[in-house]
DNA sequence: CACTAACTTGAGGAGGTCCTCAACTTTCTG
DNA sequence: CAGAAAGTTGAGGACCTCCTCAAGTTAGTG
């Protein structure tokens, strides 16, 4: 497939290029309710244009998040590859917690839910069935605690974010150590019996496709 | 002291308390940044009254969220009442959290900074002297672990405050599963070293002023 | 080079929230 | 019950963000 459905014109092409740059950084800095001027004021480019190349706010986020998300896949795989399960799946974690510390917008994006037909929730569900995956291994070792599931996965997210969003600027370094406590909860020899059950799949399929 | 300075005209007093019904319900439902109109629209009375009455958004939080924060100081009374350290120190989690996920703009109120200058700010510093003394009692009795400090309570505020948000309206006990997971963590037979240190009192301080 | 299709521009309408203030209305006091 | 003091009102200015579109500019083609 070629890149683009008709190529751009050379000048459209540099300031689409420099929008997505503008949009990353902007969207970095100050998460992604962003105002969209500021992208295009960024980008040296009439706010017109922007909305001519992203006529919404879900196709700018579609033609940067799933880039971003890539690096998450990387930092699964790694993971996927430690020889010990456990290991691996702390792993996981600290490397995901760290990109989202290093990137406002994807923190945001992380916590945030899309419409399953866009790009961005194309990425976020392949992400997560990879994740899946390392669960299932690290549970199966028995070194992760029986009754973690994916969904909790889910909430783990929810919470590191904000911790990551609150402390950011003062202390960049407080979600390692609370995720150091979570990961003292979530070792199988620390496993006391939960009441409340997980997540339904329908209040997760709400959950996700909400919003 | 006066229940008011100087009293307050019949009408007046009807309207100040029309005004602070509307606000307990509107941030109770849509939290702390809800339009001001909207309660002065509930309340049946013009905004320029609002304004007359509460000039800052900060006058309307000091005269309806003390009161609310004094039920967290019923709760942890009743904890350090609790003959054992560690149930009573879960008892303070789970009824901290219950009571953020009953009230939208308390869950703000928790997960945000004041003027210390402020009532607010004074309810807040008064909550959390008496959370320090259920910490070290539960941390003493050898069963809380030797590194959770008061300072993490912080953190694990914001982090369940978000989780209280995402989840509230789909699946409203989600935060007490994720809290399992967490306490499980904070046991001292399940707490392995941790590398990053809390808080400093600089950050602390940065913090707590902030925002 | 000239012409057309592609692209850019930015002023401005729409909708939202904040906050003020001059004109009006109500309560209270003597 | 009249006058003064206290309180209420809502239109409107200031600001922000979103998004559109008619007029202007530029790249690429023959």
Known sequence: MPPQARRLRADAARNRDKLLASAVHVFGERGLDAPLEEIARQAKVSIGTLYNHFPTRQDLFDAILPERLAALERITTEALADP?????????????????????????????????????????????????????????????????????????MWAMSQVIRESMEVAPQTWRRHLAFVVDGLRAEAAHPIETPPLTDGQLEKLIRGR
Chains 1, 2 share one sequence.
């Not at 974690?93 to 194309?122: I, K, T, Y």
């Open 84 to 156: 010990d399960p456990w290991d691996g799946f702390v792993r996981f974690l600290s490397g995901l917690f760290e990109l989202q510390a290093r990137d406002h917008g994807l923190n945001d994006a992380l916590a945030r839910r899309f419409p399953d037909d866009s790009a961005v929730g194309a990425a976020c569900r392949s992400g997560f069935a990879q994740a899946e995956l390392l669960i299932e291994r690290a549970r199966q070792s028995g070194r992760l605690r029986a009754d973690f599931e994916t969904r909790d996965l889910i909430t783990l």
